[in-house]
């Protein structure tokens, strides 16, 4: 994890600059100032490639090493339980559906926001929520 991590903090270094020279070049041609849209989504840029930074770095400084950092590792290093997923889940099919209206809804028109948002609400909710029922209730 620790070359993703650096690799994501170049990035972000990267964005930064870029959004900063973005900036000042579109502020001379400009006449009111910034550009109203490329400025802010570079800088958003740098900011999820920092956010994606620091939990890689925290997940390295957590877990210490792991076999992909290092040059020795075998493939059977990694082998084992990965995690816990649902077989047979529609909760991601509604997650993902609520994104899809939220992303339509910034073209198209507030009210398909407002829908997704609230669709893509439940369905996050129903996801991480859905192991709580019957004998795994807490």
Excluded at 9 to 34: D, H, Q
Excluded at 122 to 133: A, D, N, R
Aim: proline share 4%; hydrophobic share 55%.
């Amino acid at each position: 994890m620790r070359a993703s991590a650096r690799i994501f903090w170049i990035l972000a270094v990267f964005f930064l600059i870029v959004a900063i020279m973005y900036g000042l070049l579109t502020g001379l041609y400009e006449p009111l100032g910034i550009e109203p849209v490329g400025f802010p989504a570079i800088l958003a840029l740098s900011g999820l490639a920092a956010m994606i930074g620091t939990y890689l770095t925290l997940n390295n400084r957590k877990f210490g090493t792991r076999p992909e950092d290092r040059l020795d590792a075998e493939v059977e290093d990694e082998a084992g339980v990965q995690g816990s997923f649902a077989p047979y889940s529609w909760w991601p099919l509604w997650a993902s559906l609520g994104a899809a209206l939220v992303f339509l809804g910034v073209a198209a028109g507030w009210w398909i926001f407002a829908l997704g948002i609230i669709v893509s609400i439940s369905g996050v909710i129903g996801w991480v929520m859905e192991f709580s029922t019957g004998q795994y209730r807490h």
